[in-house]
């Protein structure tokens, strides 16, 4: 038997390295022919939408915005905000319904002491000073209504069940009350996508 040199050796294993799998070559060459090859991917058929029905873009609907309400209390035969009422009033500003741009109602209340007439007038400039503070913080005047309820509508007695005053009754009643109602929220309606055109015969 011949024995072969090791570099004989190294070359024919080099060469045999390169040489392609069984069936390898008669792949190539038919992928060569095509031009492309088949991986299964061309093969997948894009689902039809439908032309009777078009697909809807859901919407995201907006979060809802509550409505705020606030009382502001007023000091015996006062007519001015103290330094209370006006840190609330600042708070207000600073709520979503606010921000929003909702209405501003303002109703004005008063205890029992005086006329009637008195009262009525002391409930409307208590809503006035309300009203007034609001403007100066930016809010628009036509989102602002006003009304006076004079001692029509207590949310505490004036005088305790002998007949006596009720000092701490009487402070609640000295009010103002703060209603913000925001605005509507409009949401679009859904836009469809365009479907494709029917498939003519």
């Known amino acids: 038997m011949t024995k072969l040199a090791p570099t004989a050796l190294l070359l024919c294993a080099s060469l045999a390295a390169c040489q392609p799998p069984a069936g390898q070559e008669a792949a190539n060459n038919a992928i060569a022919d095509n031009g492309v090859a088949d991986n299964g991917a061309d093969n997948m058929v894009e689902p039809q939408r439908s032309i009777l029905r078009p697909e809807v873009v859901p919407t ?43 209405a501003v109602a303002l109703r004005g209340h008063s205890d029992s002491l005086g006329t009637d007439g008195d009262n009525r007038v002391a409930s409307r400039r208590r809503a006035e000073r309300v009203r007034d503070y609001l403007l100066e913080k930016g809010v628009a005047a036509e989102r602002i209504t006003l009304v006076a309820l004079g001692e029509t509508r207590p949310i505490a007695p004036n005088a305790k069940e002998d007949g006596s005053d009720d000092p701490e009754g009487r402070a609640k009643n000295r009010r103002v009350e703060v209603r913000v109602t925001p605005p509507p929220v409009v949401i679009p309606p859904p836009v469809p996508v365009d479907a494709p055109d029917a498939e003519k015969p």
Do not use: N, R, Y
Not at 69 to 79: K, Q, T, W
Not at 86 to 92: E, P, Q, T
């Open 60 to 102: 995201v609907e907006e979060p809802k915005i509550e409505p705020e309400e606030l009382l502001i209390g007023f000091g015996a035969l006062s007519l001015q905000l103290d330094d209370g009422a006006k840190a609330a009033l600042d708070a207000l500003m600073t709520t979503p319904a606010m921000q929003a741009g909702g």
